[in-house]
């Protein structure tokens, strides 16, 4: 364990940022999921509501460092290629 006094407020900061990391990464996984299983489900009108809120979520976790910015890049060309795929089918 540490024992100077700053180490000890490094580990006590390290502690918080993790438990908002963590959060921040929950949340995006989520709407992604949500993303994904509307599309799964073939609810079109769902999707492209859910898809501005998805792109932004991804952004900002981008911009925090919690995921790089390519992988960030890597969802959203995915989940955009699915979405058209979608829409092509139901036209």
């Known amino acids: 364990m540490a024992n100077h006094v700053s180490s000890l407020k490094r580990v006590r900061i390290t502690e918080r940022r ?3 990391n963590k959060m921040r990464k929950s949340r995006m996984r989520t709407i992604i ?10 609810d079109l009108e769902l ?3 859910l898809l501005p809120s998805t792109y932004s979520i991804v952004d900002r976790a981008a911009k925090w460092g919690i995921i790089k910015v390519n992988t960030a890049s890597r ?8 979405l058209k795929k979608l829409q092509s089918a139901a036209a």
């Open 47 to 49: 999707s492209q509501s």
């Open 75 to 82: 969802y959203k060309a995915r989940l955009t290629a699915r």
């Open 33 to 42: 999921k949500a993303l994904r299983k509307a599309m799964a489900n073939k």
């Open 18 to 20: 993790t438990a908002v």
